[in-house]
Protein backbone atom coordinates (compact mmCIF):
# COMPACT_ATOMS: atom_id res chain seq x y z
CA UNK A 1 0.00 0.00 0.00
CA UNK A 2 1.07 3.42 -0.91
CA UNK A 3 1.22 5.80 1.79
CA UNK A 4 -0.63 9.18 0.04
CA UNK A 5 -0.47 12.54 1.77
CA UNK A 6 -3.72 14.40 1.85
CA UNK A 7 -3.33 17.45 -0.45
CA UNK A 8 -1.76 20.77 1.26
CA UNK A 9 -4.62 23.49 1.77
CA UNK A 10 -3.75 26.65 -1.14
CA UNK A 11 -1.58 29.54 1.01
CA UNK A 12 -0.57 27.00 3.78
CA UNK A 13 3.25 27.33 2.28
CA UNK A 14 3.33 31.15 2.60
CA UNK A 15 1.35 30.92 5.92
CA UNK A 16 4.37 28.56 7.22
CA UNK A 17 6.53 30.50 5.66
CA UNK A 18 5.63 33.37 6.54
CA UNK A 19 5.20 32.05 10.10
CA UNK A 20 8.17 31.03 10.41
CA UNK A 21 10.39 33.73 9.30
CA UNK A 22 7.89 36.14 11.84
CA UNK A 23 9.17 33.36 14.86
CA UNK A 24 13.28 33.50 13.81
CA UNK A 25 13.14 37.68 13.45
CA UNK A 26 10.52 38.31 15.89
CA UNK A 27 12.77 36.04 18.48
CA UNK A 28 15.82 37.82 17.70
CA UNK A 29 13.80 41.07 18.56
CA UNK A 30 12.72 40.03 21.59
CA UNK A 31 16.67 39.18 22.13
CA UNK A 32 17.46 42.25 20.72
CA UNK A 33 14.98 44.98 22.26
CA UNK A 34 16.18 44.91 25.61
CA UNK A 35 19.78 44.85 24.99
CA UNK A 36 18.86 48.05 23.15
CA UNK A 37 17.44 48.87 26.49
CA UNK A 38 20.46 48.11 28.59
CA UNK A 39 22.70 50.09 26.50
CA UNK A 40 20.64 52.80 26.27
CA UNK A 41 20.70 53.11 30.03
CA UNK A 42 24.29 52.45 30.22
CA UNK A 43 24.53 55.57 27.59
CA UNK A 44 22.83 57.81 29.77
CA UNK A 45 25.60 56.99 32.83
CA UNK A 46 28.23 59.49 33.31
CA UNK A 47 31.28 57.27 33.04
CA UNK A 48 29.57 57.14 28.84
CA UNK A 49 29.17 61.13 28.91
CA UNK A 50 32.74 61.66 29.29
CA UNK A 51 33.39 59.73 26.05
CA UNK A 52 30.47 61.51 24.17
CA UNK A 53 29.86 65.03 22.89
CA UNK A 54 28.19 67.57 25.16
CA UNK A 55 24.72 66.53 25.04
CA UNK A 56 24.78 63.56 22.76
CA UNK A 57 24.71 60.55 25.35
CA UNK A 58 21.09 61.71 27.01
CA UNK A 59 19.65 62.01 22.84
CA UNK A 60 21.52 58.79 22.25
CA UNK A 61 20.43 57.17 24.97
CA UNK A 62 16.60 58.10 24.99
CA UNK A 63 16.66 56.86 21.27
CA UNK A 64 18.14 53.51 22.37
CA UNK A 65 15.47 53.02 25.03
CA UNK A 66 12.65 54.11 22.96
CA UNK A 67 13.71 52.13 19.99
CA UNK A 68 14.17 48.67 22.34
CA UNK A 69 10.91 49.12 23.88
CA UNK A 70 9.68 49.46 20.46
CA UNK A 71 11.20 46.40 18.85
CA UNK A 72 10.65 44.42 22.15
CA UNK A 73 6.47 44.70 22.12
CA UNK A 74 6.50 44.80 18.33
CA UNK A 75 8.48 41.51 18.27
CA UNK A 76 6.96 39.86 21.17
CA UNK A 77 3.47 40.24 19.22
CA UNK A 78 4.71 39.10 15.84
CA UNK A 79 6.28 36.23 17.73
CA UNK A 80 2.88 34.98 18.67
CA UNK A 81 1.52 35.73 15.37
CA UNK A 82 4.27 33.58 13.64
CA UNK A 83 3.22 30.69 16.12
CA UNK A 84 -0.29 31.08 15.31
CA UNK A 85 0.44 31.43 11.88
CA UNK A 86 2.84 27.75 11.97
CA UNK A 87 -0.06 26.19 13.95
CA UNK A 88 -3.06 26.94 11.68
CA UNK A 89 -1.08 26.74 8.13
CA UNK A 90 -2.78 23.13 7.47
CA UNK A 91 -6.10 24.22 8.85
CA UNK A 92 -8.38 25.62 6.47
CA UNK A 93 -11.28 26.42 9.32
CA UNK A 94 -8.89 28.65 11.21
CA UNK A 95 -7.35 30.64 8.05
CA UNK A 96 -9.92 33.65 8.53
CA UNK A 97 -8.11 33.85 12.48
CA UNK A 98 -4.58 33.65 10.76
CA UNK A 99 -6.17 36.62 8.60
CA UNK A 100 -7.24 38.70 11.51
CA UNK A 101 -3.92 38.06 13.13
CA UNK A 102 -1.83 39.16 9.94
CA UNK A 103 -4.09 42.48 10.16
CA UNK A 104 -3.28 42.97 13.82
CA UNK A 105 0.74 42.43 12.81
CA UNK A 106 0.60 44.88 10.04
CA UNK A 107 -1.34 47.49 12.25
CA UNK A 108 1.57 47.11 15.49
CA UNK A 109 4.07 47.32 12.69
CA UNK A 110 2.47 50.47 11.35
CA UNK A 111 1.73 51.91 14.48
CA UNK A 112 5.63 51.22 15.46
CA UNK A 113 6.93 52.85 12.44
CA UNK A 114 4.39 55.95 13.63
CA UNK A 115 6.01 56.24 16.63
CA UNK A 116 9.67 56.11 15.71
CA UNK A 117 8.81 58.78 12.66
CA UNK A 118 7.48 60.77 15.57
CA UNK A 119 10.80 60.83 17.03
CA UNK A 120 12.63 60.94 13.90
CA UNK A 121 13.90 57.49 13.67
CA UNK A 122 12.02 56.39 10.78
CA UNK A 123 13.67 54.01 8.32
CA UNK A 124 11.80 53.12 5.22
CA UNK A 125 13.80 50.15 4.11
CA UNK A 126 12.88 49.02 7.48
CA UNK A 127 9.61 49.77 7.90
CA UNK A 128 8.86 47.80 4.20
CA UNK A 129 11.13 44.63 5.63
CA UNK A 130 9.37 44.66 8.76
CA UNK A 131 5.78 44.55 6.34
CA UNK A 132 7.05 41.83 4.05
CA UNK A 133 6.44 38.93 6.68
CA UNK A 134 3.00 39.76 7.96
CA UNK A 135 1.90 40.60 4.21
CA UNK A 136 3.11 36.84 3.80
CA UNK A 137 0.92 35.34 6.22
CA UNK A 138 -2.21 37.82 4.69
CA UNK A 139 -1.41 35.89 1.25
CA UNK A 140 -1.04 32.69 2.69
CA UNK A 141 -4.38 32.93 4.09
CA UNK A 142 -6.47 34.91 1.49
CA UNK A 143 -5.57 32.57 -0.82
CA UNK A 144 -7.82 29.66 1.38
CA UNK A 145 -10.66 31.89 2.40
CA UNK A 146 -13.80 30.81 0.67
CA UNK A 147 -16.15 33.66 -0.68
CA UNK A 148 -18.98 31.93 0.92
CA UNK A 149 -18.98 29.31 3.27
CA UNK A 150 -19.86 25.57 2.22
CA UNK A 151 -22.87 24.71 4.08
CA UNK A 152 -23.90 28.58 3.23
CA UNK A 153 -23.50 27.91 -0.36
CA UNK A 154 -25.33 24.68 -0.23
CA UNK A 155 -28.20 26.36 1.46
CA UNK A 156 -28.42 29.05 -1.32
CA UNK A 157 -28.50 27.43 -4.42
CA UNK A 158 -31.25 24.82 -2.75
CA UNK A 159 -33.38 27.81 -2.14
CA UNK A 160 -36.45 28.06 -3.88
CA UNK A 161 -36.97 31.24 -5.94
CA UNK A 162 -38.75 34.00 -4.47
CA UNK A 163 -42.23 34.31 -5.88
CA UNK A 164 -42.21 38.35 -6.19
CA UNK A 165 -39.30 37.99 -8.70
CA UNK A 166 -40.32 36.59 -11.94
CA UNK A 167 -38.41 34.12 -13.25
CA UNK A 168 -36.47 35.15 -15.97
CA UNK A 169 -35.99 32.16 -17.77
CA UNK A 170 -40.32 31.90 -18.04
CA UNK A 171 -40.22 35.28 -20.30
CA UNK A 172 -38.02 34.21 -22.72
CA UNK A 173 -40.19 30.76 -23.22
CA UNK A 174 -43.29 32.90 -25.04
CA UNK A 175 -43.17 35.06 -27.49
CA UNK A 176 -44.60 38.50 -26.58
CA UNK A 177 -48.05 38.76 -28.22
CA UNK A 178 -49.01 41.54 -30.32
Known amino acids: MENTKPAAAPGSGLLKAGGILLIIFSALGVLAGPLSIVGGSALSSPEMAAFLPAGQSSAMAESAIRAGAVMTATSVVSLIGGILAVRFCSKVQ ?46 GSVRSVPAVPAGRAAAVSAAPASPALPDASAETDHPAEP
Open 94 to 139: RRKLCMIVAIVLMVCQLASEAVLAFHGEFDLISAAFRLVFPLLVFA
